[in-house]
């Protein structure tokens, strides 16, 4: 049996783009000999729709969407990811997570997912009502066993495992001979080989090849990956489709795979490649001509204008460089030198004026301005209103540059440069910052390598903010880690690992006491597995000491 996997970005809600996406692929694949097609989880609707569902006439314009498919599908059947009501013969809520296997101008099967998360970015359980039984059907001389997203994790490779039922196992009992996922999972670093792990297992597991077609592109802030995979009977690959780009392939199942599954993949590349695809959706899907930014040349906003270069093209970035009295002339002349190596459109601009104006007004009810920040969060603010203007007069999204390690501690200014549009470094450390502009000049030398040098060599070393010493960032982001991304106590990150307490005490005081800020700061694109906002929802104001 040959399988067509349509790899697709779909947009939420969008039914009459995602309809048209899925059919070119459908016909696509057909005409390349597919047997079955499939598309990713929720691939008419765009995942995560969240509370879209709860619009009256929304699953009423998706099951229209559902049945243009099936008038439009001939003898080759199409699976479909979509959202359906719930039928209420028990109670429960709502709507159903669906899946439509549509053959010869109608739906033959309707599949509910069965294992809804509720965990980190997901709340499946607020609006769907989970299947009761898992059964295979017959096509083309197999049994079918077709699964929706979670239904295929095994307890082994969920942090905190939460599921009574086993799909895989009762669809094995059921007499399934091959298993069909239907997936919008999520990328973060190293997530592409845990997954592939993980198919591996299950395909073992249910002694039937194994086809996994995941979703593409970016939508909330989560990036999907794709790197779909069609496994034998013995977890072996016996194909593969890239990471990031929408695609489709016709892969024979009946083939041997050669090898466990790879997954050649790098983390900094992969990250690299998810802010790349982050800025493209986002910015097409929300409809905006073009981006724009403060080119200040220093690494962050240097690799930023980068990125955005590859996801756009040159002629769709367009930047200010808006110098001020605390910016050195180094930096300015290293923001013209890239914007030269970029071939990107520039506009130089002066804060003064309006600086001195706000300065002057000021002064009539600040009698003492002795803190450092008051007067550079003035600046940051000035920029802002500046680069709003400019962004919103022309129809441009705003990227901002803060990467996660400031963030995280409360390092910018509210209302500032650094928390408008898109935050496309909200959640990358600094030191990854540092290995993506090393990335980043791989082909071409865009960002100084001594300047990239000079930030590594600084985040070695404490600094100040302020009035305040900041310890250095390779420890922050060391602790970050361990507090943010594994949840660990500041106990176990003293006594487990040894880290210095006034240390690890002032990191976590700052990360729970600005969570006030990041709830004000600007979407971000998540790549690490616990993003601030989507993954860490916390109060903005709490008492509780750990």
Known sequence: MKIGIAQINSNIGDFPRNAKRIMQAYRACVDAGAEIVVTPEMSLVGYPPRDLVTKERFVSKCLQALDYLADETGDVPLIVGYVDFHDFIQPGRPLRNAAAFLHQGGVRQKIWKTLLPSYDMFDEHKYFEPSSECKAFNFGGRRIGLTIGEDIWLEDYIRRPIYQRDPIAELKDDGADLIINISASPFHTGMPKHRASLLEVVACGANAPLVCCNAVGMNEQLVFDGNSLVLDADGNEISNLPGFISCFKVVDITERGSEAPSMRSIDVEDVHKGLILGIQDYAQKAGFGAVTMILDGN???????????????????????????????????????????????????????????????????????????????????????????????????????????????????????????????????????????????????????????????????????????????????????????????????????????????????????????????????????????????MPTVQGFID
């Open 299 to 537: 690494v962050e906003s240097s690799l930023v204008a980068s990125l955005a270069v590859r996801a756009l093209g040159a002629e769709q970035v367009k930047v200010l460089v808006i110098p001020d009295e605390t910016q050195a002339v180094e930096s300015v002349c290293r923001a013209i030198q890239l914007v030269e190596k970029l071939g990107i459109e520039h506009t130089n601009i002066s804060v003064d004026v309006v600086k001195q104006s706000a300065d002057l007004v000021l002064g009539e009810i600040l009698t003492d301005l002795d803190h450092p920040l008051v007067d550079q969060g003035i600046t940051s603010r000035v920029r802002a209103m500046l680069l709003m203007a400019y962004a919103r007069n022309n129809n441009y999204l705003v990227l901002s540059s803060a990467n996660k390690s400031d963030l995280s501690i409360g390092h910018q200014f509210i209302g500032g440069d650094s928390s408008l549009g898109l935050a496309v470094l909200s959640d990358v450390p600094k030191i990854i910052v540092h290995k993506l502009a090393n990335f980043t000049n791989s082909e071409k030398e865009l960002i100084p390598k001594a300047l990239i040098e000079r930030e590594e060599e600084a985040s070695k070393n404490s600094h100040k903010y302020g009035n305040e010493t900041v310890p250095p960032y390779v420890l922050i982001d060391l602790i970050l880690e361990l507090y943010v991304n594994y949840q660990l106590s500041c106990d176990e990150i003293i006594k487990g690992h040894g880290y210095d307490e006034n240390t690890v005490r002032w990191v976590q005081r700052k990360v729970d006491l600005n969570e006030w800020k990041r709830q004000q700061a600007a979407p971000g694109i998540r790549v690490t597995s616990r993003a601030f906002g989507m993954c860490r929802r």
